[in-house]
């Protein structure tokens, strides 16, 4: 856009000069406007050179304007990222917790008293899961499923009747997702 | 800067052009300077706009720079602000989880499962307290403490002798702090 406004303006100055120049040539004579077109020239140089100048701050208007742009975008997903997963670290130090909770629910009782103890536990870690869930948190699914290392890890291996090969078999410790990011693999005993 | 260059090329400018005019002027005379003198003013009249251009394409770029560098401040302080309370959408969700917990370890027993149970649960307790430390959680101190309508909501107040005035003489639930901001207030009873 700025190019083609030089470009146009040093057209309309190419003109002028040429104009101005035939006539006074052929009013005076040679040796006079001699005098006249360098001052003339002059005045033109520095046009040349002040069209440069607005050319060459247009580019670098232009470059800052895309450096800001891209500054924007950047900044906008870096937030959005931080957003997305923010509370992974506060998650991660859950983990034990979560891990604890299903250990101490597996307790096998006839004792009243500690049934109803139990009972106030399993609400307690249903809350904890639902807090989890709700900032996204989910459990990776392994028992019975084939091997997947994205979200497995093989602690053990082994050759069982009965089973397909390349199976969960046993699940030692839950892995979990937040949103599509894996916080940690389940544990799990792969058929092969 | 940009302004100090404009000027001094207009004076060299002015005194290429007086010079010339009176060289003209003393071997012509009169009337062929006017044709000169109308092709140079449209010369001068041409820098000086295009001089005028360069000047406010030089305070819009410097306009913009400053817009870029507000822009980016501004989200530096946006994304430090978030990253501060990142968790604090879950460590709400999570403070019912803390209140229950501290209900259910409130159990007096004598059943030996039922008291390692209960030891289960209060180190599953205190391994919750220490990953929402490290996140900056702190419980609010209130009890025997000067009533802080900051910290504390008076949900009950009484006169009870023995006590000094304004001061937080039972907690009925506790209060939490996310670094320097409160999640909730400390649910207490007032002496007036």
Redesign the interface.
């Known amino acids: 856009m700025a190019e083609e406004k030089n470009t146009l303006?040093e057209e309309a100055?190419a003109t002028?000069?040429t104009e101005?120049e035939e006539?006074?040539e052929e009013?005076?004579g040679e040796a006079?406007v001699v005098?006249?077109t360098s001052?003339?020239e002059?005045?033109?140089k520095?046009?040349a050179s002040?069209?440069a100048?607005?050319e060459e701050?247009?580019n670098?208007?232009l470059r800052?304007?895309a450096?800001?742009e891209n500054?924007?975008r950047r900044?906008r997903l870096?937030?959005e990222a931080?957003?997305k997963y923010?509370?992974q670290?506060?998650?991660s130090?859950?983990l034990?917790?979560l891990d604890?909770?299903e250990?101490?629910l597996n307790?096998e009782?006839d004792?009243e008293?500690?049934k109803s103890?139990?009972q106030?536990?399993e609400?307690?870690h249903r809350?904890?899961l639902?807090?989890?869930k709700?900032?996204g948190v989910e459990p990776i699914e392994s028992q019975g499923k084939e091997f997947d290392p994205n979200f497995h890890q093989a602690v053990m291996q082994v050759e069982e009747e009965g089973f397909d090969s390349n199976i969960v078999v046993e699940e030692f410790q839950k892995g979990y997702l937040l949103k599509d990011r894996v916080i940690r693999p389940a544990m799990v005993k792969v058929n092969q």
Do not use: C, H
């Open positions: 303006n100055v002028n000069d101005q006539t006074i009013v005076f006079e005098v006249e001052a003339t002059e005045l033109e520095k046009i002040l069209e100048e607005l701050k247009e670098r208007y800052l304007q450096d800001f500054s924007r900044a870096d937030y931080a957003q923010r509370a670290s506060l998650i130090d859950l034990p917790v604890n909770f250990r101490a307790v009782t004792n008293q500690t103890l139990l106030g536990m609400m307690i809350t904890l639902d807090a989890l709700k900032e």
